[in-house]
């Protein structure tokens, strides 16, 4: 399998068709972000060098993507790797191709001289076998995660 790094300069309508198949299945079709949405995350990232997406292929087939941030915290012991959002296309799934992706995910996570490394997984039901695949990947539960939105 290969693994390329994705850039929003020469890659946004593949980004954005990455997110809107994850937005879809997590969330429904009426989550997806609209095309101002999308235009103005784009924008945010420009030039921050702090955000990284890649996709997984298999020859010519796209077997996942998924996108990572650095953030720094004391408590962490300086800067950290988050995943933010991991995708595996469905006729890959239960094959190893989650595995192989934290397998790069990590590789990354330590050439970046990173500690640790955080995930969330959605909170529903339906996706606590998600939830099972990270504690099975040696993540481990350190609490639960609130947001505010503004």
């Not at 790094?5 to 009426?30: A, M, N, R, V």
């Not at 800067?79 to 006729?91: A, F, L, Q, S, T």
């Not at 590789?107 to 504690?135: H, I, N, S």
């Amino acid at each position: 399998m290969q693994l390329i790094q994705l850039k929003p300069e020469q890659s946004k309508d593949e980004i954005t068709d990455y997110i809107t198949k994850l937005f879809t299945e997590l969330s429904g079709p009426d989550r997806v972000p609209d095309e101002a949405a999308f235009a103005h995350m784009f924008e945010q990232w420009s030039g921050d060098l702090r955000h990284w997406v890649y996709k997984l292929m298999e020859g010519d087939e796209v077997v996942g993507f998924f996108t990572l941030a650095e953030s720094f915290s004391f408590f962490a012991d300086g800067r950290y790797g988050i995943i933010n959002e991991v995708w595996v296309e469905p006729k890959f799934r239960s094959q190893g191709a989650g595995r192989t992706i934290l397998g790069h995910i990590k590789e990354f996570a330590r050439m970046k001289g990173w500690k640790r490394l955080d995930v969330t997984a959605p909170a529903e039901e339906k996706w606590l076998r998600t939830y099972a695949f990270y504690q099975q990947n040696g993540f481990k539960l350190t609490g639960k995660k609130l947001k505010f939105l503004l």
